[in-house]
């Protein structure tokens, strides 16, 4: 950083392919939320399924990613993250995970690059409050979608565990 600003990279082509990780990216889009907005926790369900990357380019998130695949010793976890504009830092999330952030500082650009195209009949989630995530809100401004997906315990995954 330097008087004129900051200058980050968001993705280098030989980094991502020396540690194995998806580099063919099929769509970007992004949000707009104000502080205490929830959104999530979303994921494509296969054939639809895809890799994220996620990051903040104004204000702050916490952010969260649940392990749904089937096998994983992860699986039905969870792992927050702290994004933001000050930190830039970029969180890549797997298939078979599903994702969500609560907005703590507004208010919050979130920038996502998905290595499949969007399709709404493949489009779901599972219900924030199911996994016992502590956000920082048990009231947040959420989506009547949002709030309608079933409880992680009710999800039937279609995602498995391959170990590398």
Not at 54 to 67: N, Q, S
Not at 69 to 80: F, L, W
Not at 107 to 126: N, T
Request: aromatic fraction near 16%; charge should be negative; charged fraction near 20%.
């Amino acid at each position: 950083m330097d008087k004129r600003g900051s200058f980050t990279k968001t993705f280098h082509v030989d980094e991502f392919q020396k540690n194995e990780l998806q580099v063919q990216f099929a769509e970007d889009y992004y949000s707009i939320s104000n502080k205490d907005v929830l959104r999530g926790l979303h994921f494509q369900l296969p054939p639809h399924d895809h890799v994220k990357m996620v990051y903040c380019l104004t204000g702050e998130v916490m952010d969260a990613v649940v392990d749904l695949r089937v096998g994983s010793p992860a699986y039905g976890t969870y792992e927050i993250f702290q994004l933001s504009a000050d930190k830039a830092n970029i969180l890549y999330i797997p298939k078979g995970l599903a994702h969500g952030f609560y907005v703590s500082k507004e208010p919050a650009l979130v920038m996502y690059k998905a290595s499949s195209v969007y399709s709404q009949d493949f489009d779901f989630g599972i219900r924030w409050d199911s996994l016992g995530i502590p956000w920082p809100s048990r009231n947040p401004i959420i989506s009547e979608r949002d709030s309608n997906f079933p409880p992680f315990h009710q999800f039937a995954s279609p995602f498995s565990y391959q170990e590398e």
